[in-house]
């Protein structure tokens, strides 16, 4: 017997993923998202419902309309450069969407929450690969939000009984390998899609020399200069959440657990330009620009506890494999004309 899933901020990259996923595991799933960055054309077999967690009364009138088993809360902002530029943005929708969130769900009898958290929380990594007891000292907005919501989950399991499973992503990357789901964001941050953009760029005819696609920073402490980063597949992650789920249904969970979700291996910005270069057959060029604020050089992540509490084993490692996936779905895109 399935559950009944609510995944705020399902229309959005990973939380489209996820209700895929779960559609397809038997669950019967509510999409909550503004669609301010998300796509009412990515939520696929889940019902969409159109709200804000800034909202009490949205939040409060999806949780009456059905009894929800468990809630994935996918919804925020997460540009690591833009949370610099704007961190009110960030503690308004990350943290009073969330505090706002959790006060409904308590109001509805709602206690088991699996809370998309981040890499982010860590800050500059003291040991690598980073676990969970690592301490967490983030160094940009963005961060600091998702580890406010982590210690707001904690404070009410104490109080009130929450159980809670947080999931520290390290970079999502990939499409879910049908090709019938991508990666769209507005405005596009995320490397991968960018360096596959500018594929496109090229294969329609454009002028690899006149690059916009930027390197922000080589004079990182690393092997080649540039920001090293733990990259996992989309769909790793979200098997990762029905795990979550499955713990938090079988009384597994007594009140607020975390978890890293990453591979253990990091890859430069230079090592996935060659490897879209590998992928796509193209010459794709870049230029080196200045480095973005609150960008650590290295965040690479131990999922071992992951693995041993969960059973978690992720299914795409390989880079080319990842990128692979993805291009599988932007390159279709050029049937249609891409469209963010």
């Given amino acids: 017997m399935g559950c009944t899933v609510l995944v705020t901020g399902g229309a959005g990259y990973i939380g489209s993923h996820m209700c895929r996923m779960l559609v397809q595991a038997g669950h019967r799933v509510v999409a909550f998202d503004n669609l301010a960055r998300g796509h009412a054309d990515a939520v696929s077999g889940a019902d969409l419902f159109v709200g804000d967690l800034r909202s009490e009364q949205d939040i409060a009138r999806c949780l009456s309309s059905r009894r929800f088993d468990v809630v994935m ?150 092997r080649d200069g540039t920001c090293v980063r733990d990259y996992i597949h989309v769909n790793d992650l979200c098997s990762a959440h029905l795990l979550a789920l499955d713990r938090l249904m079988e009384g597994k969970v007594a009140s607020a657990e975390a978890y890293n979700l990453g591979n253990g291996r990091g890859f430069s910005v230079l090592e996935v330009i060659e490897a879209c270069r590998r992928i796509t057959e193209l010459p794709i060029q870049y230029r080196v620009a200045a480095r973005r604020s609150g960008d650590p050089g290295q965040l690479v992540g131990s999922a071992i506890r992951a693995r041993e509490v969960l059973g978690w084993q992720p299914a795409i490692i390989s880079l080319d494999d990842i990128v692979g996936s993805a291009w599988n779905w932007f390159s279709r895109q050029t049937r249609t004309g891409y469209r963010q």
């Fill in 73 to 222: 809360h996918f919804a925020a902002l997460a540009y690591v450069g833009e949370s610099v530029l704007d961190p009110g943005a960030y503690y308004d929708n990350n943290v009073i969407g969330s505090i706002n969130l959790l006060n409904a769900m308590r109001r509805a009898s709602l206690d088991r929450i699996v809370f998309s958290s981040t890499c982010a929380t860590y800050g500059e990594p003291q040991e690598t690969p980073i676990t969970e007891f690592h301490p967490q000292l983030p160094v940009n907005p963005y961060g600091k939000t998702k580890l406010v919501v982590e210690h707001a989950l904690r404070d009410n399991a104490t109080a009130y009984g929450l159980k809670s499973v947080s999931l520290r992503y390290f970079n999502a990357a990939g499409c879910d390998p049908s090709g019938e789901l991508g990666e769209r964001h507005v405005p596009e941050t995320h490397l991968v899609p960018l360096v596959l953009i500018e594929a496109l760029r090229i294969q329609a005819g454009g002028d690899a020399a006149n690059t916009e696609l930027k390197v922000f920073g080589d004079d990182f402490d690393t």
